[in-house]
């Protein structure tokens, strides 16, 4: 069973409907037993990073995610949930994140519209069973302001997308897995990804 965590970030039902379509069981939970005792978590998110941290710790989810990272069970974070895996974000700040990825969360550049809202391709940067079956330049989905920047673990970038710079697209880490785009929303590219990630369980 999947764990997706419940912090009041957003709309998650259609992540949950992809993965009933690929018959997995999952449960929106704030419980933190139920989390440690998932075959993997899932951190969702849409919103602002500020505000997002300051209910994942409110809620005690912090130590929960950092536990449960440690403990090398796979951890997936989408869309604000990636960005939130960093060390900090300067969104209307500069906050705190959780620092299970160096590096930081940063503006999109002004150079192009904001927020990057659309389907985008992805560029394949390093061999991952994360990309299994997935062809050159497929098409994802993204709807974001900010993105990781900057001063960051680039071996950990498994693909890009192009806006206004080099936008990590996917990164892992281990255990730790970000995709800023929605994959739940990507059609079968974003299917096949998440078939990818559960792999990583069994």
């Known amino acids: ?3 997706i965590i419940d912090y009041d970030a957003g709309n998650i039902k259609s992540l949950q409907f992809a993965l009933d379509k690929l018959n997995v069981k999952s449960v929106l939970t704030k419980d933190p037993q139920t989390i440690k005792e998932a075959s993997s978590i899932i951190v969702p998110g849409v919103g ?3 505000d997002a941290m300051k209910s994942l710790n409110e809620l005690g989810m912090v130590e929960v995610i950092m536990q449960v990272a ?4 796979p951890i997936l974070g989408i869309c604000l949930g990636m960005q939130l895996f960093y060390e900090k974000s300067f969104e209307d700040g500069e906050w705190q994140g959780l620092g299970l990825l160096k590096g930081s969360v940063n503006p999109i550049p002004d150079n192009v519209k904001v927020p990057h809202m659309g389907w985008n391709t992805l560029t ?3 061999d991952s069973t994360l990309f299994h079956n997935i062809i050159d330049d497929a098409f994802v989905y993204f709807v974001h302001s900010y993105a990781v920047g900057g001063v960051y673990e ?3 970038l498994v693909a890009s997308a192009e806006y206004g710079g080099t936008v990590p697209a996917i990164v892992q880490k281990d255990n730790v897995v970000g995709m800023q785009f929605h994959p739940e ?4 590219v974003g299917l096949q990804l998440l078939t990818n990630y559960l792999e990583m369980i069994s």
């Open 185 to 188: 929303k990507s059609g079968t």
């Open 70 to 73: 440690a403990a090398g069970k």
């Open 124 to 126: 394949k940067h390093a």
């Open 154 to 156: 680039k071996e950990t």
């Open 48 to 50: 602002a990073f500020k």
């Open 1 to 3: 069973m999947i764990a």
